[in-house]
């Protein structure tokens, strides 16, 4: 392949015409070139103060229904994004069906629980811990500590089915 051929299908693919530069540029997506979005799961948080917390994305725009974002790294197998949750935040239990969900604590102590078929566990995470969740298992976590909680979430999708919530739980019905 030449500098300004492109084999076609993937999102990693050089553009034609793009220089290797201008390609590896593309590839990149830095911190402060990037905002907290409030709004992505604000549904949630007009609900019930304790469900508020940020997404700020990296690859992919992740699983909280956000249509697009023009900067981000296109998604070919994973989404990747930074979570914030303020003291006391929770990220409700939720459902992937199609895709393993990675937290991986950068900063705080985080609470995830699970349950899949009336079994529950759950357990503590800090810094630089990490836990993988398999698809078809509801999750959900909680910022058990007295400092904002920053969490990296991966989700083995490009783009996820768009989570669900038990039935049960009251946001089950809250239309987004």
């Known amino acids: 392949m030449d500098?300004?051929?492109?084999?076609?299908?993937?999102?990693?693919?050089?553009?034609?015409?793009?220089?290797?530069?201008?390609?590896?540029?593309?590839?990149?997506?830095?911190?402060?070139?990037?905002?907290?979005?409030?709004?992505?799961l604000k549904f949630q948080a007009d609900y019930d103060p304790k469900y508020r917390r940020a997404q700020k994305r990296f690859i992919g725009t992740g699983g909280t229904g956000v249509a697009t974002d023009s900067n981000v790294i296109p998604a070919e197998n994973f989404t990747l994004s930074n979570m914030i949750l303020p003291p006391g935040a929770e990220g409700p239990m939720h459902l992937h069906v199609d895709a393993e969900e990675v937290f991986f604590v950068l900063r705080g102590k985080v609470k995830v629980m699970t349950e899949k078929d009336g079994e529950k566990w759950e357990a503590v995470l800090?810094?630089?811990?990490?836990?993988?969740?398999?698809?078809?298992?509801?999750?959900?976590?909680?910022?058990?500590?007295?400092?904002?909680?920053?969490?990296?979430?991966?989700?083995?999708?490009?783009?996820?089915?768009?989570?669900?919530?038990?039935?049960?739980?009251?946001?089950?019905?809250?239309?987004?």
């Open 3 to 40: 500098d300004v051929t492109r084999t076609k299908g993937h999102s990693w693919d050089r553009p034609n015409g793009a220089s290797f530069e201008k390609w590896m540029n593309s590839r990149v997506a830095r911190v402060a070139e990037r905002s907290y979005d409030w709004n992505a």
């Open 126 to 176: 800090g810094e630089r811990d990490c836990v993988s969740i398999p698809p078809g298992v509801y999750r959900g976590e909680i910022n058990v500590g007295e400092e904002e909680a920053v969490m990296m979430v991966m989700i083995g999708s490009p783009k996820p089915v768009t989570p669900t919530y038990p039935p049960e739980h009251p946001l089950a019905k809250v239309k987004r």
